[in-house]
């Protein structure tokens, strides 16, 4: 008897040593809340630490870590793990699969179908470039804009002058929906209904994600016009009620202005009246 309960009292030293002392003999790596890739890139040298310095400045790295676009898994510190084929990591896609891998984690589904039916499409297939990273970079993503769009990248097919009036066409379309933007922001603020001016708005985005992603030469030329009046509509209408607004703004400070004053007056009035009879 004594012998049988040595022996159990052994096992349960052994299962205790290998289950809670040791539990990595048990289990496999667990995935951390560290992004381990840039963690170990950092400590690299050239492209490869590049990669994470100007990814750390990008939108991309506060939405997401290098996993959404990558893949693989960036909890795991062990780079075979994390790179295991089973993960779907990619290193460095080949140029006419960056559509596709911009388009990974369920992102940018709108411009990349809308660039899929471009011109530009065709020739990435074939070349290679243009593509995404032919404007908005490989790491360090921006606010998409026209200032973005590199003029080496277009004059390879395109003339300066072309390049020069499509970027121009552009940065005043950006700015005329800034200014709506602006606008719109501050009749919300106000509480005054901006759900139609939030439809129009949005309509025209996507119609100028398609005239920058997916229409040609041709197409901008025609399309260009109708877009322009889209955007000074909406200005000329949101600006005529922010202007309106901020009048009776200034209408009611004024109002409230002179009600206090008559206030004042009043009880510096009642208050002397009162000390002249006493």
């Not at 759900?195 to 005239?211: A, C, E, G, T």
Request: a positive charge.
């Amino acid at each position: 008897m004594m012998g049988k309960i040595g022996i159990l009292s052994a096992l349960l030293i052994l299962f205790s040593y290998c289950g809670y002392l040791q539990p990595e003999l048990l289990a496999e790596k667990k995935p951390s809340e560290t992004d381990y890739c840039v963690e170990c890139h950092k400590g690299l040298s050239g492209s490869l630490k590049t990669a994470v310095d100007d990814w750390k400045k990008s939108r991309h790295s506060k939405i997401g870590t290098c996993n959404i676009c990558h893949q693989g898994n960036s909890g795991i510190n062990d780079k075979r793990q994390a790179k295991a084929p089973a993960s779907g990591y990619i290193g460095r896609p080949d140029r006419r699969m960056n559509i596709d891998f911009c388009g990974r984690g369920g992102c940018h589904s709108e411009h990349i179908n809308n660039f899929k039916i471009g011109p530009h499409y065709k020739i990435m297939l074939r070349d290679g470039k243009p593509d995404c990273l032919s404007c908005h970079g490989f790491h360090r993503i921006e606010m998409p804009s026209s200032v973005i769009i590199k003029e080496t990248a277009c004059i390879k097919c395109h003339s300066r002058e072309d390049f020069g009036n499509f970027t121009m066409i552009l940065g005043n379309m950006e700015k005329g929906m800034e200014k709506v933007s602006e606008n719109i922001d501050y009749l919300k603020s106000k509480s005054i209904d901006v759900v139609p001016y939030q439809k129009r708005y949005v309509q025209s985005k996507v119609f100028l994600n398609q005239f920058v992603h997916s229409m040609s030469k041709e197409d901008i030329k025609s399309t260009r016009k109708i877009i322009e009046l889209q955007i000074e509509n909406l200005s000329r209408e949101t600006s005529g009620l922010y202007s309106l607004t901020k009048r009776l703004d200034i209408f009611y400070i004024i109002i409230v202005s002179f009600g206090l004053i008559v206030i004042a007056g009043i009880s510096i009035y009642t208050f002397l009246t009162y000390m002249q009879r006493k």
